[in-house]
């Protein structure tokens, strides 16, 4: 089975809301985040990503690790996804669009959060840490 290496964002509104996007071609809503290029740090591939994918600006310093899980990955057939996953809480509401190979952004609630086709990355790790009020 091949392994996919990616670092992802937990964005949390100050309402406590969580981010999540979707790619072209997938069902499936996950963390905003994506693999690293040759040489970046965990930490500098997230900040590329975001800034690729959402247009969204994160200093080092808001980067706080979560840890690292490893899961199915929804859209690749016998892969697993290894996610190194850190919180980024926003002071102020913000909403943001969708590039590059996004075609979805959403906040989910607690009360809707089931509603949403999710991936394991997401269900497995980040979802039961937010509703348990660990974020």
Same mark, same amino acid.
């Given at each position: ?50 800034? $690729? &994918? +959402?247009?969204?600006? *994160?200093?080092? /310093? ?8 490893? @899961? !199915? ?26 590039? $590059? &190979? +996004?075609?979805?952004? *959403?906040?989910? /609630? ?8 999710? @991936? !394991? ?15």
């Amino acid at each position: 089975m091949d392994t996919i290496v990616i670092c992802s964002a937990a964005i949390l509104s100050p309402d406590g809301n969580l981010l999540m996007v979707r790619k072209k071609d997938s069902a499936y809503f996950q963390l905003p985040g994506g693999k690293a290029a040759p040489g970046e740090s965990q930490e500098e591939t997230l900040i590329r990503e975001l800034r $690729e &994918e +959402l247009r969204f600006d *994160v200093p080092k /310093k808001d980067l706080e690790f979560l840890g690292s899980h490893t @899961a !199915h990955a929804v859209n690749e057939a016998n892969t697993l996804v290894a996610g190194n996953i850190y919180l980024i809480r926003l002071r102020v509401a913000q909403s943001f669009k969708a590039y $590059e &190979e +996004l075609v979805e952004v *959403v906040w989910i /609630k607690p009360d809707n959060w089931p509603s949403f086709k999710l @991936a !394991h990355l997401a269900t497995e790790f980040v979802i039961p840490r937010w509703l348990s009020g660990k974020l």
